[in-house]
């Protein structure tokens, strides 16, 4: 069965850091390229993030140098520092038959002044 989790995801204060992670099981996620999206009320689904499976890797123009992504053979990490309370928004993986903002992979992301 195919499976994925998404974790690290909490509250914290502006300044603070997060690393949340997206893990497979059934596949190997380092096969495909995986996606960190986020959206908060209101707001269109917008990607952060990204990484191929050759490893290449980008992040949203706006977040570079807060914002890093990687991963192991079945864990894509999106590390999150100096957060702000713009950052706050469910944060989504997508990855394989799992798309951009999808319900069932997202954690909740919170910053506060």
Do not use: H
């Amino acid at each position: 069965e195919l499976q994925l989790a998404v974790s690290g995801g909490g509250s914290v204060q502006t300044g603070g850091s997060l690393r949340l992670s997206c893990t497979a099981s059934g596949f190997r996620l380092a096969d495909g390229g995986v996606a960190w999206y986020r959206q908060s009320p209101g707001s269109e689904c917008d990607m952060v993030s990204g990484i191929s499976s050759d490893g290449s890797s980008f992040v949203k123009e706006s977040l570079k140098g807060r914002f890093a992504i990687s991963r192991d053979e079945n864990t894509v990490y999106l590390q999150m520092n100096d957060l702000r309370p713009e950052d706050t928004a469910v944060y989504y993986c997508a990855a394989d038959i799992w798309g951009p903002c999808d319900g069932d992979v997202g954690t909740q992301v919170t910053v506060s002044p």
